[in-house]
């Protein structure tokens, strides 16, 4: 077998390793830090029902991109397969007896000059000159019968020669002809390129594969006069680029907003890596200008071939540059990758180098994230399972999701606002609910813009716009709160948001790919196989994700099955064979399972079926759906009760006359204040409260609908309105800009019941006529009552969840439809055994040690 020489050889470097190439990070191959463009996979998708034709063997609309972008003729520009094949041809195109070659260099040049028959003299950069190009030198050795090879920049070194220097020493030797690479320009910052510089002793080589990622594609071109194209031409091969590469190669041409944006990384990241490689004892970075790094090693214990061994044990490849002329085992090369990429590298290195860093460098813990197809897909309880499974097996869990959308929130005990999904998780892993678990909540307030709550605290309205130029800051606090979190636990359970494959959003995305890049979490996918189209949906996700995006991918979890899981080995197959991601398992749909829902879509379908049939020895409550609907979760213990039909109406035909009607809490209170009275709900609610058969309730939001009026001096939730409420109640609520909040202990006045929850509002609620009803540890009151006590409010979320008060409460419906009361506490909201019934399932339904083992537990 031929010895292979370069870097980038990912296949025989993996099987060195005894490892697969996914398990490889390779720093051996200089191409895009990107990865591949977003556009490729559809560009090659659409390219393959060309494939029954032959290629164009004149590449003509390729030919024609590059001259429109340079201002060449077509005759001056020649495509061929890679950059490569044409360096091979150019020897035998020209009549030169030999080759003049600065080195360390580019291998190849002196091996194609070889096969062509030429002599290859050696013009040594000098390591005492930091391998700098010296013109003197190479001027010394011209006589004007020989190529130059000119790497610009220079690989390995990585520095490029002034553009005015390679001109002046082709005008002074002009029966020399000059070959310069410029494989590399597309990632030095401010080159003056030569292609279009038409000298007629000069080629300028270029390869869009290091630059687009796509080395396994092979396309490059020759830029020159006429003539010189023509001679080299006269050697190619017919049909040398084949159509993908064409395809590919005109939309690569095309896309400078992607080599500027590769620039400014490249630029970036190199100047972090070299920095923080020169901190290590026994590396001297060279400085360089391109997407790599060369190094010198100055250690007697150790050489450059043993650090790169120690590394691919780690899962790292390295260049070692031994093989390059003028170096030895003292010298290896890097690529400058992506930030988690490089500080991958520092940290493996630190350790192999005995830095006094080691106890500093403190080790991330191992995360695992949970993404979604789509909205409810069944992630967030799916993380709830997961920090359950690993709390039950030995491990100090947290949840964290970086940013949550949602009406449902809850207050920690010092005093921060967050999502109701993370809470849930949190009690899975046995811990309080901490803000950092949810550092960023939006809560909509409208159909384009949300009050943004940062860490616990509300920082302000924001439109989309608005908040879209707020993300920045919000991802440095997002940031920041999981390195804290992470630093107490030994995992963390990430959950996405949405779907990461919502192309419209990627690129201010700080929830899903690029939360998951920073945790260095492998990605599951959860796909609803309920809704169907599960398969495609995960074939679907991957299609549309980057390179960088994909290799966060893991593999796939089926959720909500229903029955014969053999069924799907054929679709899981495939969707292995296509993506090449496992599928960890297939988790059944698990009915009643008694943990609060991720969002209100799931709470509102859970009991959609109960609408219309109202079992007439249930006590039956309806809940108002408003438009802004929030802590619904505060009634999940009410639909525990096996005495209680627990209804969400949103027509208001549908309402028929309950026992209790719930306006529940609002994000919104003036516009649902607004919905009541245009969709006929005020008109009924009048009428419950004049029978006296309905027992009216106001949680928060729909405790100030119930009062006289609604003041927004301040335009909270509106332009600044006056809204007349339902006058059931005779209060008034000003909504203030700061914002209540708070946990609570309070107690139930008439019945001395002990409650426990929180409070979330900006309203501050006045009134006269009105009896207290609820009042906290200090004796502020936080519900009042009419006199008759058939309507009442309170801004207590969670005031139902006592079980003792919930059953009591429950018994005054009995009494008054003529019900015997049962007496006793029928219903223990305790969600202890629901997790261990979740964690039990979903354990049974995946493959939690190949999790593990993916996670880095195992």
Same mark, same amino acid.
């Given at each position: ?23 490889i ?15 490729f996979?559809p ?47 150019i ?10 070659i ?40 011209l006589k004007g ?22 001109i002046?020493?082709?005008?002074a030797n ?11 320009g597309?990632?030095?910052e ?7 510089k ?12 290091k630059?687009?990622?796509? !080395?396994? &594609? @092979?396309? *490059?071109?020759? /830029?020159?006069? =006429?003539? %010189?194209?023509? #001679?080299i031409?006269?050697?190619?091969p ?32 190199r ?12 590396l ?9 790094l ?51 590298l520092?940290e493996?290195?630190r !350790?192999? &180098? @005995?830095? *006094?860093?080691? /106890?500093?460098? =403190?080790? %991330?813990?191992? #995360? ?28 100090h869990?947290a ?7 949602s ?14 999904a ?21 809560k ?24 879209i130029k ?33 192309v ?13 890049d ?18 495609a ?21 089926v959720?909500?099955?229903r ?10 197959d495939?969707t ?18 008694g ?28 809940v ?5 609907i929030?802590?619904f ?7 525990m ?10 027509n ?7 026992d209790v009607m ?9 516009g649902?204040i607004?919905y ?73 006045l ?36 009419s006199?008759?006590?058939m ?51 979903v ?16």
């Amino acid at each position: 077998m031929k010895e292979f020489k370069h870097g980038g050889h990912i296949r025989l470097i993996a099987n060195k390793a005894g490892l697969s190439e996914k398990e490889i990070l390779d720093f051996s191959a200089n191409i895009n830090p990107l990865g591949l463009p977003e556009w490729f996979r559809p560009v090659v998708s659409a390219s393959l029902s060309d494939l029954v034709n032959y290629p164009d063997p004149d590449c003509t609309p390729l030919v024609k991109a590059l001259c429109d972008q340079w201002l060449l003729s077509p005759d001056e520009v020649l495509f061929g397969n890679g950059s490569t094949e044409l360096l091979y041809i150019i020897p035998r195109a020209f009549e030169k007896k030999r080759a003049v070659i600065p080195v360390p260099s580019y291998a190849d040049y002196a091996t194609a000059c070889e096969l062509a028959g030429l002599s290859v003299e050696k013009l040594a950069l000098l390591e005492e000159e930091n391998f700098i190009f010296n013109t003197e030198r190479l001027q010394e050795k011209l006589k004007g019968d020989e190529l130059v090879f000119l790497g610009q920049p220079n690989n390995p070194t990585g520095r490029s020669i002034n553009p005015n220097v390679i001109i002046g020493l082709a005008k002074a030797n002009s029966n020399t002809l000059f070959i310069i690479d410029e494989a590399f320009g597309d990632f030095v910052e401010g080159l003056d390129r030569l292609i279009d510089k038409r000298l007629q002793n000069m080629l300028v080589l270029c390869s869009l594969t290091k630059s687009f990622a796509i !080395p396994g &594609l @092979r396309l *490059g071109f020759v /830029a020159g006069v =006429k003539e %010189r194209i023509d #001679a080299i031409d006269r050697l190619m091969p017919p049909w040398s680029v084949n159509t993908i590469a064409q395809r590919v190669g005109e939309k690569a041409i095309g896309d400078a907003r992607l080599i500027e944006q590769t620039k400014v990384l490249v630029n970036k990241e190199r100047a972090q890596l070299s920095k923080a490689l020169s901190k290590l004892p026994g590396l001297y970075v060279y400085e360089g200008e391109a997407n790599y790094l060369f190094i010198r090693m100055n250690r007697s214990d150790m050489d450059a071939p043993q650090l790169a061994s120690r590394l691919l044990e780690r899962g790292i490849a390295i260049r070692v540059c031994n093989n390059y002329e003028g170096l030895d085992n003292r010298f290896f090369r890097i690529a400058v990758r992506n930030p988690r990429d490089n500080v991958r590298l520092v940290e493996a290195l630190r !350790p192999l &180098l @005995r830095t *006094g860093d080691r /106890a500093k460098a =403190k080790k %991330r813990p191992p #995360a695992v994230m949970l993404q979604g197809t789509s909205s409810n897909a069944g992630k967030s309880i799916m993380t709830a399972a997961l920090c359950r499974i690993l709390l039950q097996d030995g491990y100090h869990v947290a949840p964290f999701k970086a940013q949550n959308m949602s009406l449902n929130s809850y207050v920690t005990e010092n005093g921060g606002e967050m999502g109701r999904a993370q809470v849930v998780q949190a009690q899975a892993c046995r811990l309080k609910p901490d803000v950092r678990m949810n550092p960023v909540l939006l809560k909509p307030n409208s159909d384009t813009g949300s009050q943004v709550v940062v860490m616990g605290k509300p920082v302000g309205n924001m439109d989309v716009n608005h908040y879209i130029k707020y993300k920045p800051t919000a991802f440095e606090f997002v940031k920041e709160a999981y390195d804290t979190l992470a630093s107490e636990n030994d995992v963390i359970v990430l959950e996405g948001a949405g779907s990461p494959a919502e192309v419209n959003l990627k690129h201010h995305d700080i929830v899903n790919m690029k939360m998951a890049d920073y945790a260095r979490a492998p990605v599951l996918l959860v796909g609803d196989i309920d809704r169907g189209g599960v398969f495609a949906s995960f074939i679907g996700t991957m299609e549309v994700l980057s390179e960088w995006e994909r290799a966060c991918m893991a593999g796939f979890i089926v959720n909500r099955f229903r029955g014969q899981k053999d069924l799907l080995n054929d679709a899981i197959d495939f969707t292995e064979q296509y993506t090449g991601l496992p599928t960890y398992g297939v988790v059944p749909y698990i009915r009643n399972l008694g943990l609060p829902e991720e969002d209100s879509v799931s709470f509102k379908n859970q009991i959609v079926k109960d609408r219309g049939t109202v079992n007439k020895d249930a006590i039956d409550i309806a809940v108002i759906d408003l438009p802004h609907i929030s802590n619904f979760t505060d009634f999940d213990c009410l639909k525990m009760e096996p005495d209680v039909t627990l209804r969400v109406i949103g027509n208001v035909r549908d309402l028929g006359t309950p026992d209790v009607m719930i306006l529940p809490g609002s994000k919104n209170v003036i516009g649902d204040i607004d919905y009541l009275f245009k969709e006929g709900f005020a008109e009924r609610i009048w009428t419950f409260a004049s029978n006296g058969e309905t027992e009216i309730v106001g949680v928060c939001g729909g405790f100030q609908m119930l009062g006289t009026t609604i003041h927004d001096p301040h335009g909270i939730e509106s332009g600044g309105k006056t809204m007349q409420g339902l006058s059931l109640l005779n209060i008034t609520t000003t909504l203030d800009r700061e914002k209540t909040l708070k946990a609570i202990k309070a107690k139930h006045l008439e019945t001395g019941f002990e409650l426990e929850g929180y409070e979330i509002h900006h309203g501050k609620t006045e009134g006269k006529e009105a009896s207290p009803i609820i009042a906290g540890e200090n004796g502020e009151t936080i519900g009042l009552r009419s006199q008759n006590g058939m309507i009442w409010g309170t801004y207590l979320h969670g005031v139902f969840d006592r079980d003792a008060f919930r059953r009591w409460f429950i018994d005054c419906q009995r009494k008054r439809r003529g019900m015997k009361p049962l007496g006793k506490i029928t219903a223990t909201y305790d969600l202890e055994p629901a997790f261990n019934r979740l964690a039990d399932m979903v354990r049974e339904g995946l493959r939690i040690d190949d999790i593990y083992r993916r996670i880095g537990l195992k």
